[in-house]
C-alpha cells in the first residue's frame, strides 16, 4: 500500500487567496483526520470523520476553514481567505476503527502551507 | 488539553537500550496508552500501545506499571535512526479516535 497520500507537498500562496489541501487516505480506512503542527502550537487536530461524516470539527480554528470528505478515498481541507498565521504543517491520517486500535493512525507526509 | 507527562528531552548512546518514561496517572481501567515518534520533517508514525499488560513488537516494547499511572517505551538497541520525538497519549477509549499530542520527549542518539 502507498500509505496516506497528500498534495501539494508545498505550497507557497498570497494572503487572501484560496488553499485547497488534499489527502487520499489508505484503502480500506474508515477514519480520516486532519491535523496542522506549528512550532507554538505543536500538532493539533483540526477534523475527524468516520465513513465519510465529519465527526468532530471543534478543532477548526476559524468559519475560514471547511474540510469535505465526498468518498472514502478523497478528502479536502480548504482555507479561504487565506492569512500568513495559517502557515504550518498540515497532516492527513487515516485509520481502521477497531475494538482495541482506535488511537492506531497512519499519517501522511504532510503539506507545509506558507502564506505570505 | 494532553493529559501525560514526559521529560523534555533525553540522549541515549547508540547500540544501548533507550527507556523513555511517562505519566499517566489519570488514567482508567479501560483506558489505552498509545506511543507515537515524529522523525524530522516526517508525519508521526504509530509505535506501539497497551491496556494493563505489557506489549512487545518489532519496533520497541511497552511496560506498564502495575497501578497503570506510569509506563515506559523501550527501545531495545537504539540507532541513529531513533532519533525522533516521542510522543506518549492517554487516554484512548475504545470508539474513541481523538489523539492529544503534547510536547513530547525529543531523543537524541549519540554515535
Known amino acids: 500500500d502507498a500509505g496516506v497520500i497528500q498534495s501539494p507537498r508545498h505550497e507557497v500562496t498570497e494572503m487572501g487567496q484560496e488553499v485547497t489541501l488534499r489527502c487520499k487516505p489508505i484503502?480500506?480506512?474508515?477514519?480520516l483526520f486532519w491535523y496542522r503542527q506549528t512550532m507554538m502550537r505543536g500538532l493539533e487536530l483540526l477534523i475527524y470523520?468516520?465513513?465519510?461524516?465529519?465527526?468532530?470539527d471543534s478543532g477548526m480554528p476559524e468559519d475560514r476553514f471547511s474540510a469535505k470528505m465526498p468518498n472514502a478515498s478523497f478528502s479536502t481541507l480548504k482555507i479561504q481567505p487565506s492569512e500568513p498565521r495559517d502557515s504550518a504543517v498540515y497532516f492527513c491520517a487515516s485509520s481502521y476503527l477497531l475494538a482495541a486500535s482506535s488511537g492506531e493512525q497512519y499519517f501522511g507526509p504532510g503539506t507545509r502551507l506558507t502564506v505570505t | 488539553d494532553a493529559k501525560t507527562t514526559q521529560p523534555p528531552s533525553m540522549d541515549c548512546a547508540e547500540g544501548r537500550a533507550a527507556n523513555l518514561p511517562c505519566n499517566h496517572s489519570?488514567?482508567?481501567?479501560?483506558?489505552?496508552v498509545y506511543w507515537y515518534r515524529q522523525i524530522h520533517s516526517q508525519g508521526p508514525q504509530y509505535i506501539i500501545h497497551g491496556l494493563k499488560n505489557n506489549e512487545t513488537n518489532e519496533m520497541a516494547s511497552l511496560i506498564i506499571t502495575e497501578d497503570r499511572k506510569s509506563s515506559t517505551l523501550i527501545l531495545p538497541h537504539a540507532t541513529l535512526r531513533d532519533t525522533a520525538v516521542y510522543y506518549c497519549i492517554a487516554p484512548i477509549n475504545f470508539g474513541n479516535e481523538k489523539l492529544t499530542f503534547g510536547t513530547g520527549t525529543r531523543l537524541t542518539i549519540i554515535p
Open positions: 470523520f468516520n465513513n465519510n461524516v465529519p465527526i468532530d
Open positions: 484503502s480500506g480506512h474508515n477514519s
Open positions: 489519570t488514567i482508567s481501567g479501560n483506558e489505552y
